[in-house]
T-cell receptor, first 116, second 114 residues
């Protein structure tokens, strides 16, 4: 069965420092990996995705993520955190199309808190 | 371009009442879906549709009904509201059901059942 794990409920980082939000996954076949961000009382906004190709994926707002097949991970990173990055971050995975099971599996979310 | 639009944003229901959450998208997407978000559980798929006239159940379909009479609209009906349905509901759409497609979400509907 497909699954996604976000091992940290919350990540705290000082403004200007690099940040990492961790994600590991388990799927059959090739994974399709996504990161979404949710600001308070708002919907989920797409940040980036990995489908194939270069393992380092660049996305919106200066975020990037590295696909590591051997470690089955897709960690979200940013070189210099901003207070405005404080939000809830979701990792999600899907895999090859199978009728009646095509869905995006979401992790439980990681709250990022950036302190001034 | 409005994207995915959901109404209402907030709603309080009494146990046993019924209601419909509206969802519309203007991106001509074939695939639409409804998720619910509960603390510590991420997002769980309720129902989805791969095109007009076609719907199917997701992970947590009980107590909900959907229809897809047009490409644009995908309403979610709560048949007889229960406190366990207190949640945040998100409508989403993507170009097709193929798993690599990006899913775009609405702003959410906060539902409380008392």
């Amino acid at each position: 069965a497909q699954s996604v794990a976000q091992p940290e409920d919350q990540v705290n980082v000082a403004e200007g420092n690099p940040l990492t939000v961790k994600c590991t996954y388990s799927v059959s076949g090739n994974p399709y990996l996504f990161w979404y961000v949710q600001y308070p009382n708002r919907g989920l906004q797409f940040l980036l995705k990995y489908i194939t190709g270069d393992n380092l994926v660049k996305g919106s707002y200066g975020f990037e993520a590295e696909f590591n097949k051997s470690q089955t991970s897709f960690h979200l990173k940013k070189p210099s955190a901003l207070v405005s990055d404080s939000a809830l971050y979701f990792c999600a995975v899907s895999s090859a199309w199978v009728y009646n099971t095509d869905k995006l599996i979401f992790g439980t979310g990681t709250r990022l808190q950036v302190f001034p | 371009n409005a994207g995915v639009t959901q109404t209402p944003k907030f709603q309080v229901l009494k146990t046993g009442q019924s209601m419909t959450l509206q969802c519309a998208q203007d991106m001509n997407h074939e695939y639409m879906s409804w998720y619910r978000q509960d603390p510590g559980m991420g997002l769980r798929l309720i129902h989805y549709s791969v095109g007009a006239g076609i719907t199917d159940q997701g992970e947590v379909p009980n107590g909900y009904n959907v229809s897809r009479s047009t490409t644009e609209d995908f309403p979610l009906r709560l048949l007889s509201a229960a406190p366990s349905q207190t949640s945040v509901y998100f409508c989403a759409s993507s170009y097709s059901r193929e798993p690599g497609n990006t899913i775009y979400f609405g702003e959410g509907s906060w539902l409380t059942v008392v």
